[in-house]
């Protein structure tokens, strides 16, 4: 697999997903801002929400693959060095990484990856390891932290025309969604021989923070990166210095995105549904102001050198330099009230399985009518507790192979 991608919306072939797990069990009303979560949902219900949208998504396409997280993390983990690092980077937090041997001689692979994105309590570990002494942590406090954001694929890394980015999460508490990825990707035999890693450069720790959901591909020579509240500039400088250098990609736009709630990544401003057809929240192309072009200077004796150009245009004025004949649709085909509704239920955030082809949530009624009335096919997934998660159907998918455009 040629893990490089050209378009936003090429017929899907091949995407990542994570069915949620017992780590959205962990949830409760007094924990869900520590673990960086919204809501409480019900486990069952939102299992059975994500079972129809990846079966969807195998029907529709005619049988692209979907990977699931779980059984991909299984088959890497049974390397037991990789499995002791990933442990031991998982009880850092709680100062518990002297108990990481004991773990593993323990529990099963296949329950330690389950503890890996589920989580793990002192008072579980105490069945496992008699007389364990936890320290000042009490019965009900995590060993490891679960990660409940997890079936949101998108943040963690991104596919570009260059290769693969892999994310550096800003938040202290999602780094191991990100590293879990680069560790299966680095490492699984269907991937590892395919990646051409242009972020984080090589020997670098700690660098500076890019999430996926910031990263949205504009055509083979353009991807446009999200300067957010998730998403430094120190960080855009770097990938845009890696992708200019690979030779693919000639331009790359970053977007300063105002730090509000519904401008928290790039893609919930708006995203590429076809060759000339992008769907957006109501203003948000002429409410980004800012925007600064990449492009390369030279390279000289193997260092490349690129120049910044501050770009005194709107989001809106690129785009249509960038997509000839470009037509805009907004959520809820304008309306102010409904558009306001459905974007906090993320109404610009489809996920293109093919070109004018979506996948969106039922309760987006208006923006789904107006898809339609563009054109566009339309195929709608319950969205009851999926929605409680505040990401959309893109921001739940990292699609890894399309067909070229």
């Known amino acids: 697999m040629n893990l490089r991608l050209n378009s936003e919306f ?3 072939k091949a995407v990542l997903m994570h069915r949620p797990g017992k780590e959205i069990d962990r949830l409760t009303p007094y924990n869900k801002e520590y673990l960086l979560f919204d809501d409480v949902p019900y486990l069952e219900a939102l299992q059975q929400e994500h079972d129809t949208f990846s079966n969807l998504i195998k029907s529709s396409t005619g049988g692209a693959t979907v990977y699931q997280l779980r059984e991909l993390l299984i088959n890497v983990l049974y390397d037991e060095h990789i499995l002791l690092k990933l442990m031991r980077d998982a009880l850092q937090r709680s100062g518990l990484t002297h108990l990481a041997e004991a773990i593993l001689e323990r529990y099963s692979t296949a329950e330690c990856a389950i503890i890996l994105t589920g989580g793990l309590k002192i008072h579980e570990l105490k069945r496992k390891i008699l007389n364990l002494n936890s320290g000042e942590l009490m019965d009900y406090a995590f060993a490891i932290a679960p990660c409940p954001n997890l079936y949101f694929q998108r ?9 693969i980015i892999f994310s550096s999460m800003k938040m202290e508490g999602r780094q191991r969604e990100a590293d879990l990825l680069r560790t299966i990707f680095e490492n699984h035999p269907d991937f590892k021989d395919n990646i051409n890693k242009l972020y984080p450069a090589d020997g670098v720790h700690n660098p500076p923070s890019i999430e ?4 949205i591909i504009l055509s083979n020579k353009a991807v446009a990166i999200g300067n957010s509240e998730r998403t430094d500039e120190k960080a855009i400088y770097h990938a845009a210095k890696a992708l200019l250098g690979e030779g693919t990609v ?6 300063h995105l105002p730090q509000k709630r519904q401008y ?3 893609d919930t401003v708006f995203t590429i549904l076809d060759e000339n057809l992008v769907l957006t929240y109501p203003d948000a192309l002429n409410s980004v102001l800012q925007t600064s072009l990449y492009t390369l200077k030279e ?5 490349v ?3 910044r150009e501050v770009l005194k245009e709107s989001l809106l004025t690129i785009l249509e330099r960038e997509i000839p004949y470009l037509e805009i649709l907004h959520t809820a085909d304008g309306n102010p009230d409904y558009a306001m509704r459905e974007q906090w239920f993320d109404g610009a955030n489809v996920f293109a399985i093919g070109p004018r082809r979506v996948i969106s949530y039922n309760r987006n009624t208006h923006t789904n009518h107006a898809l339609r009335q563009m054109g566009v096919e339309v195929l709608e997934i319950p ?3 999926l929605s409680r998660g505040l990401g959309g159907p893109r921001c739940m998918t990292m699609p890894l192979s399309r067909s070229r455009v």
Do not use: C, F, Q, W
């Open 155 to 163: 943040d963690p890394m991104a596919v570009t025309p260059g290769g």
């Open 299 to 303: 390279i000289r004796d193997d260092k």
């Open 10 to 12: 090429g017929a899907l």
């Open 264 to 266: 928290m990544h790039l």
């Open 383 to 385: 969205s009851s507790e």
């Open 250 to 255: 000639e331009r790359v736009y970053e977007v």
């Open 212 to 215: 996926g959901g910031d990263i």
């Open 305 to 307: 050198i690129i120049k």
